[in-house]
């Protein structure tokens, strides 16, 4: 199975300023249709996951443009443009590249 | 964007058996595949189970195979899974959740019910 890191684990920023989350995998991600099977989640307290990104790159439908992601192959991150309340929560990388779908452990995000 | 609504969690010792329920309304049932995702106490999320649009492919993750089977009736617009054998490492929130990608899977799951709670304990 493919295994998914992520760092940091734990997040503390300042309202309105920056984050920003890695995520590796144990083997590339990257499909032979040039498309890298990895999608962001963001689970907020007592909810279900949400996506947020999908294929690597692509915002899922409705969420803001200070969401973004990057990467290819077995490294990727997802950027926060200015941090609001609303992004407090576990996020979640995970690949889909195999079958066997596998999550990265979270990063859980909160203001300092 | 559609919804989704799981239901048949509860409490159950080892050994026994649960039938879980999802009931989809506001999409396309029929043209999209459904996976099944749990998170159990205080733990991340771990995928479960997919079956795709027509119920030709289905996949498990290994810790279940052989002891749950996902199953859909897209007349009902319903997709189940039954756990059997169940053990006390099987105690989490189960989601059902829509592959974004109609007739395909590709793991973007744009669609998430509430989750239902499933207890294994004696």
């Known amino acids: 199975d493919i295994v998914m890191t992520q760092s940091p684990l734990s997040l503390a920023v300042t309202p309105g300023e920056p984050a920003s989350i890695s995520c590796r995998s144990s083997?590339?991600?990257?499909?032979?249709?040039?498309?890298?099977?990895l999608a962001w989640y963001l689970q907020k307290p007592g909810q279900s996951p949400q996506l947020l990104i999908y294929l690597g790159s692509n915002r899922a439908f409705g969420v803001p443009d200070r969401f973004s992601g990057s990467g290819s192959g077995t490294d990727f991150s997802l950027k926060i443009r200015r941090v609001e309340a609303e992004d407090v929560g576990v996020y979640y990388c995970m690949q889909s590249l195999q079958t066997r779908f596998t999550f990265g452990p979270g990063t859980k995000l909160d203001f300092k | 964007q559609g919804q989704l609504v799981e239901s048949g969690g509860g409490v159950v010792q080892p050994g026994r058996s649960l039938r879980l329920s999802c009931a989809a309304s506001e999409f396309s049932f029929s043209g999209y595949a459904v996976h099944w995702v749990r998170q159990a106490p205080g733990k991340g999320l771990e995928w479960v189970a997919v079956?795709?649009?027509?119920?030709?492919?289905?996949f498990y993750i290994d810790s279940v195979k052989g002891r749950f089977t996902i199953s859909r009736d897209n007349s009902k617009n319903m997709v189940f899974l039954e756990m059997n054998s169940l053990r006390p490492e099987d105690t989490a929130v189960y989601f059902c959740?829509?592959?974004?990608?109609?007739?395909?899977?590709?793991?973007?799951?744009?669609?998430w019910g509430p989750g239902t709670v499933v207890a294994v304990s004696s």
């Open positions: 079956m795709s649009y027509d119920g030709k492919y289905i």
């Open positions: 959740a829509r592959d974004r990608d109609y007739h395909d899977i590709s793991g973007g799951f744009d669609v």
């Open positions: 083997q590339s991600l990257l499909h032979s249709n040039g498309y890298n099977f």
